[in-house]
Every structure is written in structure tokens, then in C-alpha cells.
């Protein structure tokens, strides 16, 4: 009796460990600090692009669109008296980073831009509105060791944490299936230590960082150029702000 439940003990381990490496990604590169994002109220987000030059206005103006144009109730207003707004800084110098992931009572959300960056059209500040709206990186997710292999042997030295992943629970939208065409999904060699020689879209070349596992999205993942805002952000985006009104009517009328 003791036998069997011993055994019984031991296949129930075997399963949890299995379950464990399927759902979740090796916990040596956790981020152990991150936090769940939270929107911003009645999905509205003032911005600040007064420090811009004005083709970068119109940049900015065009990723915020981008975002408006999911469906999701997301509307960008200019920025008045509020004390949370995402605040363009026009720093040129900074590298490409959002000051916070979501709304957080009390703070403004600073974004960053490169001017190499700035002349590459609307995607990279699409894609730090992505962070302000509250979505992490689509390979920081739970279960991305199951799509992609980080080879941290090959990221710049300080920049490991960008790709630490972050628990399910932490997450504003946790139900989609992993996204390769994720405005949020880093390219293959991006922060490469070796970039000059990574051939990007190619995940089996020297010194990538992101491969995806089979050979189907090397060329998929981090072009976002060709996946823009992806359906599956779209759809996190509704899921996280509900759907515009207009956008339902609109369907109903399509269905009709
Ligand atoms: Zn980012």
C-alpha cells in the first residue's frame, strides 16, 4: 500500500515538473520585481508632443492612431492640467524606452525616441505606447521558452534583464496565444553583442539573441514594418479597454 502511494507520489511529481516546463519558462531569468500594469481610466491617455520637431509630431500622431484604430476604447487627447500623461520628451540621446509600463496615479510617462529611430516612421513609438498602454515585451511572456530560445550568451553586456519574463499574473492580458507578430516582440539579433555579424530573420545564425523555435517566424518576429499593430495586439488591446462603441456598431452593421 505504502509502494503504490510512493509511486503514485513520484508520477504526480513527474507530471507537475512536466506541466511546469511546458507552461512556464526557466526560472533563472525571472523578473521578480514586475508588477500588474494597470490601464489608464476610461482608456484615456493626454500626451504632451510639444517638445517634438514637427515631423516628428506627425510620427507621434500617426502611432497614437495606430493604437485608436484596434477598436479598443483607447482615445489620446491633448494634455491639459491632467498629472498623467505620456510626456514625448524629445530626448534624442536616451536610447528608446517608455518611463512606465501602464497607468500609475501620480506619475507622467515619459517616452524616449532615438533620432535614427524617428526617421524609421511610426512603429518604434507605436510600440513604447504599447508599454505606456500597459503590455510588457511578447518574449518576456510566462510560457515564451516554448516559442522562442534566448541565447543569453549572445545579448550586449547589461541589457540580459531586458529579457528576464514575467509571471502570468502579472500580466494585463494573459488569455491570447504567444504572438510572433507582436509590435511588442523584439527581432532576432536586437541587443546582440555581436550584431554586425547576426544576420537578421535568420535564427540559426552566429549570434542571435531571440530564435524561434522552428525555422517558421525567424523572418516573422520583430519586423514590424510588415506585422504593425498585430490582430492579437489588437485584440489585447480591446480586451484590456473594452471595445469603441462606434467599433461595435460598426461590426453589426458589417454583419448585416
Ligand atoms: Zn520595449
Known sequence: MATTAWRLYFIALFFAARFASAADSNPAHVDAVSAKPIP???????????KLSEAQQVTAKAAMNRWMDTGARITFIPHTTETEYVNFTGQ????????????????????????????QGD?????????????????ARWDRDSHVTIHYENIKEGRQSDYDWIPKTNWIVSTTAYDYRSIMHYRTCWTSKCESECKDGDGSSPCVVIAPLG??????IGQWGDNGISATDAEKARLAYGTKPSADSKLTKQDK
Do not use: C
Not at 40 to 50: C, K
Not at 92 to 113: E, M, P, W, Y
Open 40 to 50: 489608464w481610466p476610461g482608456g484615456i491617455i493626454p500626451y504632451d508632443i510639444s
Open 92 to 119: 534624442t540621446n536616451s536610447g528608446n524606452n517608455t518611463s512606465l509600463v501602464g497607468f500609475q496615479k501620480g506619475a507622467r510617462a515619459d517616452i524616449n525616441i532615438t533620432s535614427f529611430w524617428w526617421r
Open 123 to 139: 512603429w518604434m513609438p507605436a510600440h513604447e505606447l504599447g508599454h505606456v498602454l500597459g503590455f510588457f515585451h511578447e518574449h
Open 215 to 220: 525555422k517558421e517566424y525567424d523572418k516573422v
